[in-house]
């Protein structure tokens, strides 16, 4: 009976361990405090108490509107694009923006260049049903939703072949007639973008800017009488696209949700918005708390965005084994999937400087398109300063068919520097000095070094500042990198 009792004791004595020992093996929260660099949190028996509830539902909030944030940055950002123009000048339902003097600092645009003649317009398939667009010869660009997805490409190895034509953009859902004689293109979204730029003639806007006016934009229902055309002229005019980095962002994103299709976001999508309060059918209107809470996580994700732009450790985004040139485009797949899932870091690292994402900005064809390099750093890694003097040497025989130029940007805004001069840019056009052997320096520095001024961009003590270094057309020696640019070093 006594060893009866006592293997029974044992058998109870190592059950009770194995109960006990259990909840280590698995980690199991129990009666501890969880602490992170989030916070301490407080449990007891596994159940946190109410104070350390609150705020993890908070923490909670601030993770997935930081990340909903970085997904949905090219929609908004092309959204604020979108509204940016149409509230523009007149604010006609067919109008076109031209920067007829090319595009100046007083635009607010992501990393516009100084050398094309721009042309933007804002199309609302919602309020216009399908839409006729009649683009002109010789330009570049395209058609893109609000999520920045091209809908239809225009230039040489586009859809117009480079020659123009009659596009139809219809809107999500359309089950009527389409007539022959069209290049259609169905959008994703009623609101959509025409982005084109034209190419200098012997250095003047002029010739670009006559064929951009021969642009006609109206409703298929007004294709017997179109309606006449808006022509609003860009240069040195105050034109705001820029998204936010404060709450608007996210009731910028709640009323893009609101006005789209629901289905332009997937199911995880739209429980991820719904859970941060945007929600399709539904008013966005958080109280004092959650505004709080996004106003925070909206500097929290714009600071993780900069950080993705501005201080990546992708290695594929340097171009070169031994330059600190960064590619624009990273990962070469306008979806952003080049392995096998879609990279919403580095599509935000790109949205957060630049607009525009379409295939033409990673095909490689030599002699046509354009490809981007970018620098934020000098040749010892650090990033540039306003205050300080730099230089960028170029080698001879840049390789490009139409033309290269140095632009250089505000790292706040990410748009033009806004340095007392029109374009902060040197380029082919402008005719910089070269030097005996062919190459070009350019200048970055807040006073002009003596006798360089054609070559010279004035930079702004107090601001930081990036620059782009394009080549339209690029030759073979851009591909094959027998052609590279030195790096940015700083003139001590």
Known sequence: ????????????????????ETPNQHGWIGTETVKTRFGDFEFRNGYPDDASAAKLREVLLISRAVEAYLAQMPAVSWYRTWK??????????????????????????????????????????QRDGPVVIEVPPKMLGGFSDLWQEQIAGIGPT?????????FLLVPPGYDGPIPEGYL????????????????????K?????????????????????????????????????????????????????????????????RFQLAAIGIEKGKPFSPDTERKAALTEA????????????FASTYPERLVYDDRAW???????????????????DLRAAFAYVAVGMSPAMVDKVVGQGSQYLSTMRDSEGRHLDGSKNY??????????????????????????????????????????????????????????????????????????????????????????????????????
Request: charged share 20%.
């Open 298 to 309: 909206a500097r929290l994700a714009s600071a993780m965005a900069r950080t993705n732009s």
């Open 84 to 125: 940016g123009v149409a509230a523009a000048g007149d604010k006609a339902p067919n109008q076109l923006v031209i920067w007829e003097s090319l595009m100046d600092a007083q635009t607010l645009l992501l990393t516009g260049n100084t050398e094309t003649v721009y042309g933007l317009a804002a199309i609302d398939l």
């Open 158 to 166: 586009a859809d117009d072949k480079g020659r123009g034509g009659k």
């Open 205 to 269: 806007p002029e010739p670009a800017v006559a064929l951009m006016k021969s642009t006609r934009i109206y409703p298929l229902s007004q294709a017997s009488s179109p309606p006449q055309m808006t022509f609003l002229n860009g240069s040195g005019k105050e034109i705001d696209t820029l998204m936010a980095e404060d709450f608007q962002y996210f009731a910028d994103l709640a009323d893009l949700i609101e006005r789209e299709p629901a289905d332009i976001i997937d199911s995880a999508g």
């Open 326 to 344: 960064e590619w624009l485009f990273i990962g070469g797949s306008a979806s952003w999937d080049p392995r096998g899932y879609v990279n919403t």
């Open 391 to 492: 230089r960028l040497h170029l080698p001879a025989n840049i390789p490009v068919v139409n033309f290269w130029s140095v632009v250089v940007y505000d790292s706040e805004s990410r748009s033009e520097l806004r340095n007392g001069k029109p374009f902060p840019s040197v380029s082919q056009y402008t005719d910089p000095q070269s030097n005996a052997d062919g190459s070009i320096d350019v200048y970055f520095a807040p006073t002009a070094p003596a006798g360089k001024e054609k070559n010279w961009i004035r930079t702004v003590p107090g601001k930081g500042w990036f620059t782009l270094l394009r080549f339209y057309g690029p030759r073979k020696e851009f591909f094959d990198r027998s052609w590279k640019p030195d790096d940015i070093v700083e003139d001590r």
């Open 184 to 203: 259609v293109g169905h959008a994703k979204t009623f609101g959509v973008v025409l982005g084109m730029r034209g190419f200098l003639v012997e250095g």
């Open 1 to 20: 009976m006594k060893m009866f009792l006592l293997a029974a004791a044992l058998a109870i004595a190592t059950t009770s361990n194995v109960v006990a």
